[in-house]
């Protein structure tokens, strides 16, 4: 079983919404600090969001305004709602755990935004 697992990709519109999920098992979530990463083809991946364990969102400023993270405690969920879509910001997006020195990732959900 995967410690972390994405879900909410797909294809969209630009200008449209979509909201990504990551279910956390097998860690003492609360404690963690979640994420989001991107990666497009033939880029390196690169950050989207955090949120550290008291809930402090940290932004790229690629997606500050239109993106937001959020995170669940009681429900182990890290969340990333994203609005205003460019197709700049098609790529795979990968949930990330971190607590010194573990990180962990997931396996990805690919996010497509063209018409």
């Known amino acids: 079983q995967e410690l972390l697992v994405e879900s909410g990709g797909g294809l969209v519109q630009p200008g449209g919404s979509l909201r990504l999920s990551c279910a956390a098992s097998r860690i003492t979530f609360s404690v963690y600090t979640m994420g989001w990463y991107r990666q497009a083809p033939g880029k390196q991946r690169e950050l989207v969001a955090t949120i550290d364990s008291d809930g402090a969102p940290n932004y790229a400023d690629s997606v500050e305004g239109r993106f937001t993270i959020s995170r669940d405690n009681k429900k182990n969920m890290v969340y990333l709602s994203m609005n205003s879509l460019e197709p700049e910001d098609t790529a795979v997006y990968y949930c990330?755990?971190?607590?010194?020195?573990?990180?962990?990732w997931g396996q990805g959900t690919q996010v497509t935004v063209s018409s």
């Open positions: 990330y755990a971190y607590l010194r020195p573990s990180t962990y």
